[in-house]
């Protein structure tokens, strides 16, 4: 059973900075695809970063240039720094990770900022 855990979320003003991490059971370096996700209230979950096998990066457009996703192999670990947070960025995020078929979620970490 792979077990991701998020942590890092917190409220913070508008312009402010978080880092969120999310260790993975399992090696990282065995998933396809490693990300984050979040969900704001009464909206669907939408993509916010992803790293592709081979690093490859992919970010919405809605945070390029602010936010940041990176991983360490050797702790297992996916961080994503936000800057320069927006009321807009409040939201649960998730940790997302895809192997061939099977895809897991960690429980969240919730983050708000204020105005």
């Known amino acids: 059973q792979v077990q991701l855990a998020e942590s890092g979320g917190g409220l913070v003003q508008a312009g402010g900075s978080l880092r969120l991490s999310c260790v993975v059971s399992r090696s990282i370096s065995s998933f396809s695809v490693v990300g984050w996700y979040r969900q704001a209230p009464g909206k669907q979950r939408e993509l916010v970063a992803t790293?592709?096998?081979?690093?490859?990066?992919n970010y919405a457009d809605s945070v390029k240039g602010r936010f940041t996703i990176s991983r360490d192999n050797t702790k297992n670990t996916l961080y994503l720094q936000m800057n320069s947070l927006r009321p807009e960025d409040t939201a649960v995020y998730y940790c997302?990770?895809?192997?061939?078929?099977?895809?897991?979620w960690g429980q969240g970490t919730r983050v708000t900022v204020s105005s």
């Open positions: 997302h990770a895809r192997r061939m078929i099977n895809a897991y």
């Open positions: 790293i592709i096998t081979g690093d490859s990066t």
